[in-house]
C-alpha cells in the first residue's frame, strides 16, 4: 500500500498540487468487483481545499487516473454501517449515495478517521457520521511511512496534528538564541553539553522565582484577609437573595393562576365565535325569507311578474336545499325542521308547477287546434272567412300559399317558464318526465294534423288538380278533381294517418296529370314522351312546389328542436366535481344523491331531444317518402328535381347541426330520392334495350339518342351548381354507354337503313349535343362519338362510290392483287386478263356522261338513305367528292406504273369530275 501511495502521490497529486493524507482499497457493494482507490486529499495552496478523489488502474496499461473528485464540502453523511462489529463496508452520501466495500476494515477505518479529522479541522462538524464508534473518532490514526525525502511528503492523521503544533518563531526569539549560540561556541558540535547548560540556568531561575515569592507573604496574607471578607459579604448577599426568591415564588403561582384563567377564557371565546360562525352559517344558506315561502305556496304563475317571483324563490329554495353541511348539522333539530320545511314547499310547488302547465299545454293546443281545418273543409269554405275569428294560423289562410301555421307565440308563451322546468328538472324527475310526456303527446296530435293537411294540400297542389283564382280562393273543380276531393275526404278518419287511400289519392293524382297530357312524362321518350309533349311549366311548378315543402319544413323543425332544448333544458353542460353543483352566490351546495331529487340518466340529452323530435313529428319522414313517390309516379323527370333540392337542404342541415332531428330525417328521405333517382335512370336504359324500329321506313335519329339530349339540357339546368353532381355524372356515363351500345344494335338489325348510316347520324347527332353542352365527365365518349362518326362516314362513301364505276373497280382491284402477289408493275399488262386491250375496253365502258348519271344515282340513293334531321347530306357528297378525286388520282398512277407509254388515259377528267358533283348538288 506505502509503494501505491507513493506511486499516486507521484503521478497524480503531486502535479496538481494535492497530498495524499489517506488511501483506502474499495469496490462497488452489490456489483462485479473492479477495485478502485478513494484517496483524501488536501491542496497545498490557500485556501485550502479538501477533497475525495476516486483513481482506478487504467486497462491499457499499469498507471493509474484520476476519475472522479467530490470536495468534502458536498459530503453529508458517512455511514460505516456497524459500530460493533468489523463491516468493510462503509456509504458515503454525496448529491447520491455511493457504496462501497474496502478490501479490509483496518483501511475502511484509517480512511474515516481521516475524513473525520478533515471535517473537524476544516468543515466545522458539517459531515454526520453514522454507526461510526466513538473511540475510533477519539483516537488519532496512526501515522503512514513518510514518502523518501526530496519529494512532497504525504501524512496520515497524526502526521496532521502535528503540523497543527508546529508554531514559528518571532523576530526576538530568533535575535535571543542566535545570542544564547554565540556565547557557547560548541552549541552545534556539542548538544548535549549545550543542553545541560540551559538546564542549569533555568534551575536557577526557578530559585529566584521561589525566592521572590516567599519575599511577599505579608502582601499574601493581606489578600487573603479580603477574600474572607469578600466571602462574608457573598453570604449576605445570598440571604438576601433567598428572601426575594421566596416572595418571587408566591408571585408566580399567583401569576400561573391569572395564565390558567386566561386561556380558559380564551379557549372560551374561540368557542363561542365557532358557535357564532355555525348559527350564522345555517342562519344565511339555510333560511327562506316570507316572501319566497308566499311566493312557492301561492305565487301566479300566469303573469310575467308572478313567475318571476316563483323563479326567484325556487332557485333560493334549491339553494337552501343544497347547502352542503358540515358535520354534526344533521343531527340539530333546527336543521331537520327546516329540512322538512324545504321539502314540503318543494313537493306544493312542484305539484302547482306541473299542474300548471299541465293546463297551458291543454289550453295551447286546445286554442291552436280550435281554427284548424281539414281538407275537406278547407274546400267547402274556401270562398269565405271564419265569423268571429282572426287567426292568422288557420289552415285556410296557410294552405293556398303551402305554409305551415307557425307555433312562434305558443314557444314564446311557454319560454317564460323555461326556469322553472329547469328547476323541477333538479328537484322532480318525475314530474320532469311527466310534462314532457305530456307535451310531446299533445304535439304529437297537433303536428300530425297539421303535417298531414299540408301534405295533402301539396299533393292535390303537385296533381295540378287545385287551381287558384284571385284573392287566394280557388275556382270550380273539373270533374276528376272533384272526384279527387273526394278521395281526400276520407283520409282524414280518427288515426290521423296515412293509409290505403293514400294510394287512391296518387292513383288519381296520376290521372288528373294525364288528362292534361295525354301520356305521362319519361325520361327518356320511349313511346311515353315526345319533345311537343315536355310540359316544362308542370315541372316548373312541381319544383317549386317541392321547394316550398322542404322550405316550409326546415324552419318549423329547426324552431321546435330549438324551444325544446331551451325549455327542458337539455342542451349539453361541462361535468362538475362530484358532489358539488356551481351556484350563482358561490353558495357551497352539493349533489342530491341519485334516490334523492334526480336519477342517473342513461340517455344524454342530445338523445332525449331526439327522441322528443321523432315522436312529435314521426309523421314528416312517411308524408315525405309519400309526397316523393306520388311525384315520381306523376313524371319520372321529378326524381331529378327533389335529388337537387333534397341534396341542398341536407347539406344545409348537417352545417346547421349534423345530429339533428332534421338533418337525420332529411338524410333518410335523401336515400329514397337517390333510389328513385337510380330507378328512373335503370328504367331508361332498359327502355332503350327494349326498342323496336320500323322494318319498312328508314330509321334516322333514334329517339331514345334525342331523348338523351332534351334529358342532358333539362339535368344540366336542373345541377347546375348542385351538391350532387357526381350522381349526375355517374348517371350521365351509365346513359350514354347504353346509348352507344344500343345504337350499334339497332344499326346492326337495320333492313331498311345501311348500318353506315344509322351509325353515322346517330353519333354525330351525339357529338354535337356533347359539345354544345361541354359535359366535362363525358369528354372521352365524346371523342369516342367524333372517331365513330368519322369512320363509318368514310365507310359509307368508300362503299357507296364503289357502284358508279363498278367494273373499273374490279379491274384495278385485280391489278392490285397481281402486284401484291409479286407480279413486277410494268409486266401487269402482259397479263391475258389485264392487258391493254382489256383495260380500254373497261374504260369505254365509262365515259363521261355515264359517269354523271352513276353520279346522279348516288346521289338520289343517298338522299334515301339520309334523314332531314341531322342535315348531313352536303357533308356525305363532299367526301364522296374527294373520294373519287383520291380514286380517279389512284387509277392514273396504276395506268402510269403498269402501262408506261400505252397512252391510255380515263374518259373524263377531275374538271368534268368537280362539274359532275356540283352540277348533280346544285340540280337537287
Known amino acids: 500500500m506505502t509503494a501505491i501511495k507513493h506511486a499516486l502521490q507521484r503521478d497524480i497529486f503531486t502535479p496538481n498540487d494535492e497530498r495524499l493524507l489517506s488511501i483506502v482499497n474499495v469496490c462497488k457493494a452489490g456489483k462485479k468487483k473492479k477495485n478502485c482507490f478513494l484517496c483524501a486529499t488536501v491542496t497545498t495552496e490557500r485556501p485550502v481545499q479538501v477533497r475525495v478523489v476516486k483513481v482506478k488502474k487504467s486497462d491499457k496499461g499499469d498507471f493509474y487516473k484520476r476519475q472522479m473528485a467530490w470536495e468534502l464540502r458536498d459530503l453529508a453523511e458517512v455511514d460505516a454501517k456497524d459500530a460493533s462489529k468489523e463491516n468493510p463496508e462503509f456509504d458515503l452520501h454525496f448529491e447520491k449515495v455511493y457504496r462501497w466495500v474496502a478490501s479490509s476494515t483496518a483501511e475502511k477505518n484509517s480512511f474515516i478517521s481521516c475524513i473525520w479529522k478533515l471535517n473537524q479541522r476544516y468543515l466545522r462538524k458539517k459531515v454526520e457520521f453514522v454507526n461510526v464508534s466513538s473511540q475510533l473518532l477519539e483516537e488519532l490514526p496512526k501515522a503512514e511511512e513518510s514518502v523518501p525525502s526530496g519529494e512532497s511528503q504525504s501524512v496520515a492523521g497524526g502526521d496532521e496534528d502535528a503540523l497543527d503544533d508546529y508554531q514559528e518563531l518571532n523576530a526576538r526569539e530568533e535575535q535571543d538564541i542566535e545570542g544564547m549560540m554565540e556565547v557557547c561556541e560548541y552549541a552545534i558540535s556539542n548538544a548535549e553539553a549545550f543542553a545541560e547548560k540551559l538546564s542549569r540556568e533555568l534551575q536557577v531561575l526557578d530559585g529566584a522565582n521561589i525566592q521572590s515569592i516567599m519575599a511577599s507573604e505579608k502582601q499574601v496574607n493581606i489578600l487573603m484577609q479580603l477574600l474572607d471578607e469578600a466571602l462574608s459579604e457573598v453570604d449576605t448577599i445570598e440571604g438576601k437573595l433567598s428572601s426575594y426568591e421566596e416572595m418571587l415564588q408566591s408571585v408566580k403561582e399567583q401569576m400561573d393562576q391569572i395564565s390558567q384563567s386566561n386561556r380558559l377564557i380564551q379557549i372560551s371565546n374561540t368557542n363561542n365565535g365557532k358557535l357564532l360562525d355555525e348559527i350564522q352559517f345555517l342562519v344565511n344558506y339555510m333560511d327562506l325569507s316570507k316572501g319566497h315561502i308566499r311566493a312557492l305556496q301561492d305565487g301566479d304563475l300566469s303573469s310575467p311578474k308572478g313567475i318571476e317571483a316563483c323563479i326567484n324563490a325556487s332557485e333560493a329554495l334549491l339553494q337552501c336545499m343544497n347547502v352542503a353541511l358540515r358535520p354534526g348539522h344533521e343531527k340539530l333539530m333546527a336543521v331537520k325542521q327546516q329540512q322538512h320545511l324545504f321539502t314540503e314547499l318543494r313537493d306544493t310547488f312542484a305539484r302547482r308547477l306541473t299542474n300548471h302547465l299541465n293546463n297551458v299545454f291543454v289550453h295551447q293546443f286546445n286554442h291552436f287546434s280550435h281554427f284548424k281545418m281539414t281538407i275537406p273543409q278547407f274546400y267547402r269554405s274556401s270562398c269565405m272567412s271564419l265569423p268571429g275569428h282572426d287567426q292568422s294560423s288557420t289552415l285556410s289562410q296557410h294552405t293556398a300559399d303551402l305554409t305551415?301555421?307557425?307555433?312562434?307565440?305558443?314557444?314564446?308563451?311557454?319560454?317564460?317558464?323555461?326556469?322553472?322546468?329547469?328547476?323541477?328538472?333538479?328537484?322532480?324527475?318525475?314530474?320532469?318526465?311527466?310534462?314532457?310526456?305530456?307535451?310531446?303527446?299533445?304535439?304529437?296530435?297537433?303536428?300530425?294534423?297539421?303535417?298531414?293537411?299540408?301534405?295533402?294540400?301539396?299533393?292535390?297542389?303537385?296533381?295540378?288538380?287545385?287551381?287558384?283564382?284571385?284573392?287566394?280562393?280557388?275556382?270550380?273543380?273539373?270533374?276528376?278533381?272533384?272526384?279527387?276531393?273526394?278521395?281526400?275526404?276520407?283520409?282524414?278518419?280518427?288515426?290521423?294517418?296515412?293509409?290505403?287511400?293514400?294510394?287512391?289519392?296518387?292513383?288519381?293524382?296520376?290521372?288528373?296529370?294525364?288528362?292534361?297530357?295525354?301520356?305521362?312524362?319519361?325520361?327518356?321518350?320511349?313511346?311515353?314522351?315526345?319533345?311537343?309533349?315536355?310540359?316544362?311549366?308542370?315541372?316548373?311548378?312541381?319544383?317549386?312546389?317541392?321547394?316550398?315543402?322542404?322550405?316550409?319544413?326546415?324552419?318549423?323543425?329547426?324552431?321546435?328542436?330549438?324551444?325544446?332544448?331551451?325549455?327542458?333544458?337539455?342542451?349539453?353542460?361541462?361535468?362538475?366535481?362530484?358532489?358539488?353543483?356551481?351556484?350563482?352566490?358561490?353558495?357551497?351546495?352539493?349533489?342530491?344523491?341519485?334516490?334523492?331529487?334526480?336519477?342517473?340518466?342513461?340517455?344524454?340529452?342530445?338523445?332525449?331531444?331526439?327522441?322528443?323530435?321523432?315522436?312529435?313529428?314521426?309523421?314528416?319522414?312517411?308524408?315525405?317518402?309519400?309526397?316523393?313517390?306520388?311525384?315520381?309516379?306523376?313524371?319520372?323527370?321529378?326524381?331529378?328535381?327533389?335529388?337537387?333540392?333534397?341534396?341542398?337542404?341536407?347539406?344545409?342541415?348537417?352545417?346547421?347541426?349534423?345530429?339533428?332531428?332534421?338533418?337525420?330525417?332529411?338524410?333518410?328521405?335523401?336515400?329514397?330520392?337517390?333510389?328513385?333517382?337510380?330507378?328512373?335512370?335503370?328504367?331508361?336504359?332498359?327502355?332503350?334495350?327494349?326498342?323496336?324500329?320500323?322494318?319498312?321506313?328508314?330509321?334516322?335519329?333514334?329517339?331514345?339518342?334525342?331523348?338523351?339530349?332534351?334529358?342532358?339540357?333539362?339535368?344540366?339546368?336542373?345541377?347546375?351548381?348542385?351538391?350532387?353532381?357526381?350522381?349526375?355524372?355517374?348517371?350521365?356515363v351509365k346513359l350514354i354507354r347504353a346509348v352507344f351500345m344500343n345504337v350499334e344494335k339497332v344499326a346492326n338489325e337495320s333492313q331498311k337503313t345501311p348500318r353506315d348510316v344509322v351509325m353515322m347520324e346517330n353519333f354525330h347527332h351525339i357529338f354535337s349535343t356533347q359539345s354544345r353542352l361541354k359535359i366535362s365527365c363525358l369528354e372521352t365518349e365524346r371523342r369516342e362519338a367524333k372517331h365513330k362518326y368519322t369512320d363509318h362516314l368514310q365507310s359509307y362513301v368508300i362503299n357507296s362510290l364503289g357502284q358508279p364505276l363498278e367494273k373499273l373497280n374490279h379491274f384495278f382491284e385485280g391489278v392490285e392483287a397481281r402486284v401484291a402477289q409479286g407480279v413486277r408493275e410494268e409486266e401487269v399488262s402482259y397479263q391475258l386478263a389485264f392487258n391493254k386491250q382489256e383495260l380500254r375496253k373497261v374504260i369505254k365502258e365509262y365515259p363521261g356522261k355515264e359517269v354523271k348519271k352513276g353520279l346522279d344515282n348516288l346521289y338520289k340513293k343517298v338522299d334515301k338513305h339520309l334523314c332531314e334531321e341531322e342535315s348531313l347530306l352536303q357533308v356525305v357528297w363532299h367526301s364522296m367528292q374527294d373520294e373519287f378525286i383520291r380514286q380517279y388520282k389512284h387509277f392514273e398512277g396504276l395506268i402510269g406504273r403498269c402501262y408506261p407509254g400505252s397512252g391510255i388515259t380515263m374518259e373524263f377528267t377531275i374538271g368534268d369530275m368537280l362539274e359532275y358533283f356540283s352540277s348533280i348538288a346544285q340540280s337537287h
Not at 315520381?632 to 344545409?652: G, N, R
Not at 342541415?653 to 330525417?665: C, E, F, I, K
Request: contains cysteine; aromatic residues 8%; glycine residues 6%.
Open 404 to 732: 305551415l301555421p307557425k307555433h312562434s307565440p305558443l314557444h314564446r308563451d311557454l319560454l317564460r317558464y323555461a326556469k322553472l322546468m329547469e328547476w323541477l328538472k333538479n328537484t322532480q324527475r318525475e314530474k320532469y318526465d311527466g310534462l314532457s310526456r305530456t307535451y310531446v303527446d299533445y304535439m304529437t296530435r297537433l303536428y300530425e294534423r297539421e303535417i298531414k293537411d299540408f301534405f295533402e294540400v301539396a299533393k292535390i297542389k303537385m296533381a295540378g288538380t287545385t287551381k287558384e283564382g284571385k284573392g287566394n280562393k280557388f275556382a270550380t273543380l273539373p270533374r276528376k278533381e272533384s272526384a279527387l276531393k273526394q278521395e281526400t275526404e276520407s283520409l282524414h278518419g280518427s288515426s290521423g294517418k296515412l293509409t290505403g287511400s293514400t294510394s287512391s289519392l296518387n292513383k288519381l293524382a296520376v290521372q288528373a296529370s294525364s288528362s292534361r297530357r295525354s301520356q305521362s312524362s319519361s325520361l327518356l321518350d320511349m313511346g311515353n314522351m315526345s319533345a311537343s309533349d315536355l310540359d316544362v311549366a308542370d315541372r316548373t311548378k312541381f319544383d317549386k312546389i317541392f321547394e316550398q315543402v322542404l322550405s316550409e319544413l326546415e324552419p318549423l323543425c329547426l324552431a321546435e328542436q330549438d324551444f325544446i332544448s331551451k325549455f327542458f333544458k337539455l342542451q349539453q353542460h361541462p361535468t362538475l366535481a362530484q358532489g358539488e353543483v356551481e351556484s350563482d352566490g358561490g353558495v357551497p351546495s352539493r349533489q342530491p344523491p341519485p334516490g334523492e331529487h334526480r336519477h342517473s340518466m342513461s340517455l344524454t340529452e342530445k338523445d332525449m331531444v331526439r327522441l322528443m323530435m321523432n315522436k312529435i313529428f314521426q309523421s314528416i319522414e312517411t308524408e315525405l317518402n309519400s309526397l316523393i313517390a306520388l311525384g315520381d309516379k306523376i313524371d319520372s323527370f321529378h326524381s331529378l328535381y327533389m335529388l337537387v333540392k333534397m341534396s341542398h337542404h341536407v347539406w344545409t342541415a348537417q352545417n346547421v347541426d349534423p345530429t339533428s332531428y332534421l338533418s337525420t330525417t332529411l338524410g333518410n328521405v335523401l336515400v329514397t330520392v337517390k333510389r328513385n333517382f337510380d330507378k328512373c335512370i335503370s328504367g331508361q336504359i332498359r327502355q332503350m334495350e327494349e326498342v323496336k324500329i320500323s322494318k319498312k321506313s328508314k330509321v334516322g335519329i333514334l329517339p331514345f339518342v334525342t331523348g338523351f339530349e332534351e334529358f342532358a339540357e333539362l339535368a344540366e339546368t336542373i345541377f347546375r351548381n348542385a351538391e350532387r353532381r357526381g350522381d349526375l355524372d355517374k348517371a350521365y
